[in-house]
Structures are given as C-alpha cells and as structure tokens.
C-alpha cells in the first residue's frame, strides 16, 4: 500500500532563509526543525524535501553545492533521530544564466512536477499527503498534485499569508514545521 508523505520547502521551512545559500556556514536550522521531522517519522510519514534551486541556473550555486547541503541536513536529522527519506530540487530558471538550465520547465515549483515524481518514485499516496511551505508556490504545487497544504509563518510566511486569493489559501496556517506536524498528526487521514 502507498505510503502518505509530508513534503517540505527547504528554505525558510526546514532552515532559514538566506537567499543564495552557497556555504554552509550560511545553513542554519530552525531549533525546531529536526524534531518537527523526528515526530513526522515516528507518525509513519515518508518526509521528502521539494525545493527550487534557482541559483544553480543562474550560476550562484555550483550544483555540487547543493548535494553537499543535503547531505549535511540528513546528517543534523540523524544526528537527532530523525531523517528524510528523499531530497528532489529543480536546477531550472526561465532566466537562468546557464544554457542548459535555462527552461521553463515541469519540476519548478508552482509545478506539481517533483512531487509527481517522488510519488511515482517513492510509491507515495498524494491524497493522503501534506505539502509544507513558506511561500504560495509551494501550496499550489501541493494543491495541483492533489495533496493537502500548510504554509508556514518563517521564511517569507508571514507575509504571503495574506494573499486576497482564495484560491491560493492553504488548508493550515502555522507558526513554524513544528506546528505544522502538529497539525499533520491530527488531521491525517
């Protein structure tokens, strides 16, 4: 049977947003963020990270960089008992400054297309699942592949809390991923 899924922003959802984040020393967690995943574990969710990654488009980023971040937050996430069971991220930008990246493409949040993909992937049951984010696109991502959404108030939260687009309103709000697995917890299906 497919298993339910917490997918996950990265930045300003799991760690603070810093814009570019090209060094590690730039990578910060949240206090809360590995034990807001431990519990997400231990409630027999498959947690997968789902990020843009523009600046490797762009030519910020060296794509290799970006593996290495990973790598050191599933090594903090162990560290605390916890762990993600897969990291997928869009390289593209339609106004990338790298050729071969520079593409409109299907896996670019709002696009539903890396959570399609890990749940073709992974064998993920997208009506049984929860998209987490900071930002709009992450919910409307969530909401076109047929999952759940909960925006949170860190990162750039607080403010596109407020759209005026009814379309665009998560099924939660909360403060931080803390809140928000609490709130997965209690509304599974």
Request: glycine content about 8%; charged content about 25%; hydrophobic content about 40%.
């Given at each position: 049977?497919?298993?339910a899924?917490?997918?996950v922003?990265?930045?300003?959802?799991l760690?603070?947003?810093s814009g570019y984040l090209?060094a590690?020393?730039?990578?910060?967690f949240?206090p809360?963020?590995?034990d807001?995943v431990?519990q997400?574990?231990?409630?027999g969710?498959a947690?997968?990270?789902?990020?843009?990654?523009?600046?490797i488009?762009?030519?910020?980023?060296?794509?290799?960089?970006?593996?290495?971040?990973h790598?050191h937050?599933?090594e903090r996430?162990r560290?605390g008992?916890a762990?993600?069971?897969?990291f997928?991220y869009?390289p593209?930008?339609?106004?990338?400054?790298?050729?071969a990246?520079?593409?409109t493409?299907?896996?670019?949040?709002p696009?539903p297309?890396?959570?399609?993909?890990?749940?073709r992937?992974?064998?993920?049951?997208?009506?049984?699942?929860?998209?987490?984010?900071d930002?709009?696109h992450?919910?409307?991502a969530?909401?076109?592949?047929?999952t759940?959404?909960?925006?949170?108030?860190?990162?750039y939260?607080?403010?596109?809390?407020?759209t005026e687009n009814?379309?665009?309103?998560?099924?939660?709000v909360?403060?931080?991923?803390?809140?928000?697995?609490?709130?997965?917890?209690q509304n599974?299906r």
């Amino acid at each position: 049977m497919s298993r339910a899924a917490v997918f996950v922003d990265r930045d300003g959802t799991l760690i603070e947003e810093s814009g570019y984040l090209n060094a590690l020393s730039r990578l910060i967690f949240y206090p809360f963020t590995v034990d807001a995943v431990r519990q997400l574990n231990l409630g027999g969710f498959a947690v997968v990270m789902i990020t843009n990654q523009a600046g490797i488009a762009r030519g910020i980023v060296p794509e290799a960089f970006v593996g290495a971040a990973h790598r050191h937050i599933e090594e903090r996430m162990r560290a605390g008992g916890a762990h993600i069971d897969a990291f997928y991220y869009c390289p593209h930008h339609p106004d990338g400054t790298v050729a071969a990246l520079r593409t409109t493409c299907e896996c670019r949040k709002p696009q539903p297309g890396l959570l399609l993909r890990a749940a073709r992937e992974l064998d993920l049951d997208l009506t049984r699942s929860f998209m987490v984010g900071d930002r709009l696109h992450d919910l409307e991502a969530g909401r076109t592949a047929g999952t759940r959404t909960v925006m949170v108030r860190t990162g750039y939260g607080a403010a596109e809390e407020r759209t005026e687009n009814p379309a665009m309103r998560p099924d939660a709000v909360a403060d931080n991923i803390a809140g928000a697995a609490a709130w997965i917890l209690q509304n599974r299906r």
